[in-house]
């Protein structure tokens, strides 16, 4: 076997040689040795015989590999004892599928929060809406009130140790007082609603019962926790003049309110429109709160040895996808993803990714214990309905809808199969975990037409949140992948960015991958990058 690998190499590179004074395919062998060196022709050698050997290997011994074969064996020293027609054995290495035991997945006792209806939130939304619908009307003959919007200019400049009186006063003095005044803390025309919660503390406060017109120094203190923390815990004074107020003068709440704000006619339909939307949101919410449950409950009966690759490649997949979203948002992610990043951010993605792979690999094993499928016709329906749903977008891929509606609907079906075969007891909202905020009314989906709302600290930092504190948080993965239009271009740069960043990784590993097959004069040999620690040999 490895004389014919070395006659078959000899003339490969006797069909590619270009040496002066032979034609292609007539170099004399001593000549083409002569010319590439021994050690290159065997190098080519045995590389091809490593990868027939190994393929034949795996089919043989029919083994479930995961990823690429990793040499065991020195590839130089497998080179330099290559012989023509004398065996050669190497070791290698490869991942192959863990064997799954899921110990219990049947009568499981779990505990899962039931979320309910709450009808004041309704009321709640509405009054939201009518405060964003509100007319601003100048106010004069009245002190500043809460809720108001006040115009106002505002000078601050710290207090405390920093600003004890100079001896000699004068020029001194004045100095002194340029030195403490809070960089960012000076505005003028600055609009701000006198709601709590919104400014530090006592700053609105400060604000409330001025007259238009009057000037007014506050005392306030920065909050320990502020961002910046040269002003974290400092006691400050803020020098106020209220210029223009305004009060809200809120629509009545009618049917013409409905027909502003929504697409409907009347505000009894408006209200049965958000009363049906958070009744199927409670409900939707009960739902995953009990598949969580049962989740969470199968990941402590599942025992299962993970290769390594298969941790690297949802690892990839999580870091990937946070490259692709930064380069949606316009980020240029080839100098954003430098190797330190991608470092970071496959750390900080690893145990999401081994929770979502332990729970999808014990998801497949009850489909396939349970003999738990998905019909071309039921994909077919789905994909069909999506379609009609995203109507005229061209740029959705139909193979990865297809994929991906069969997955979800695949998990769906294993979903309910547990939810049937086990007992999940429903206790209040807050009883497992502390109730969270409310959702914001952007989740009510009524279709509406206003104006954004922003709100501004009191003293922006001098410098922007650093590109890695940006993507720490942005750096989660997504637990259901949703069916979205083809991202094409910005998903493959996105991997490719990751890969090489990955490549720049891989020169302080040890275990080198196989080589990638080549038989072309001049081609490469040897690779170094690692990919298995998980021996079959």
């Known amino acids: 076997m490895s004389q014919q690998a070395y006659e078959k190499t000899l003339q490969e590179f006797t069909r590619f040689a270009n040496i002066p004074g032979f034609r292609k395919g007539k170099v004399p062998r001593q000549v083409l040795i002569q010319r590439f060196g021994s050690t290159r022709i065997k190098a080519t050698v045995v590389e091809d015989l490593i990868q027939s050997s190994l393929q034949k290997a795996i089919e043989q011994e029919e083994i479930a590999v995961i990823g690429s074969p990793n040499l065991k064996s020195s590839f130089d020293e497998l080179v330099e004892q290559f012989r023509p027609g004398a065996a050669m054995t190497f070791s290698a290495a490869v991942d192959v599928v863990p064997e799954i035991v899921l110990k219990q997945y049947k009568d499981l006792q779990v505990q899962a929060e039931e979320f309910t209806y709450d009808p004041e939130r309704v009321d709640k939304v509405l009054e939201d809406y009518r405060k964003r619908s509100a007319t601003l009307v100048p106010v004069e003959e009245r002190p500043a009130q809460q809720g108001d919007v006040a115009t106002v200019d505002f000078a601050g400049r710290l207090t405390g140790e920093l600003e004890s009186e100079p001896e000699d006063g004068g020029e001194d003095e ?22 709590e919660g919104r400014f530090i503390p006592g700053f609105v406060d400060g604000i409330i019962g001025m007259q238009l017109g009057e000037t007014k120094e506050v005392a306030v203190t920065f909050p320990e926790d502020y961002p910046q923390p040269d002003l974290a815990g400092k006691p400050a004074v803020f020098t106020i003049t209220v210029k223009e107020l305004k009060e809200r003068e809120l629509p009545e709440l009618d049917d013409d309110f409905a027909q502003e704000v929504s697409e409907f ?75 330190e990043v991608v470092a970071m951010l496959r750390e900080q993605a690893r145990p999401e990714a081994l929770i979502r792979l332990k729970r999808t690999l014990a998801l497949g094993e009850i489909a396939k214990q349970e ?12 994909v069909e309905e999506l379609l009609t749903e995203y109507g005229g977008q061209e740029d959705i891929d139909p193979d990865r809808l297809r994929e991906v509606v069969q997955e979800d609907l695949l998990r769906e079906k294993i979903l309910d199969w547990l939810e049937v075969n086990n007992t999940v007891e429903l206790v209040p909202e807050g009883s497992l975990t502390p ?25 922006e930092p001098e410098t922007t949140p650093s590109t890695m504190d940006t993507i720490e948080v942005a750096a989660r993965p997504v637990e259901d992948e949703a069916v979205e239009p083809d991202l094409g271009a910005a998903t493959e740069e996105a991997a490719v960015v990751v890969e090489e960043a990955e490549s720049a990784a891989a020169t302080s590993e040890t275990l080198p991958e196989q080589p990638s097959q080549s038989a072309q004069p001049g081609s490469s040999t040897k690779s170094g990058k690692p990919e298995s620690k998980k021996a079959k040999k």
Do not use: C, Y
Not at 175 to 191: K, L, Q
Not at 267 to 276: F, V
Not at 371 to 382: F, M
């Open 174 to 195: 004045a100095t002194e007082s340029e030195s403490n005044e809070i960089p960012g803390g000076s505005a003028e025309d600055f609009e701000i609603e006198l709601s």
């Open 265 to 339: 006619e009347t505000l009894a339909e408006l209200r049965e429109s958000l009363e049906s939307r958070f009744q199927k949101e409670a409900e939707q919410k009960t739902k995953e709160s009990k598949q969580q449950a049962l989740l969470d409950q199968l990941l402590e009966q599942l025992e299962a040895d993970l290769p390594e690759t298969l941790i690297r490649r949802e690892v990839d997949q999580a870091v990937t996808q946070t490259a692709m979203q930064f380069s949606q948002q316009g980020m240029d992610i080839r100098k954003t993803f430098t190797q």
């Open 371 to 382: 003999s738990i499928e998905v019909s071309a016709d039921e994909v077919q329906a789905k």
């Open 435 to 459: 109730v969270g905020e409310p959702d914001s009314e952007e989740a009510v989906g009524v279709e509406m037409i206003e104006e954004s709302e922003s709100v501004t600290p009191l003293i």
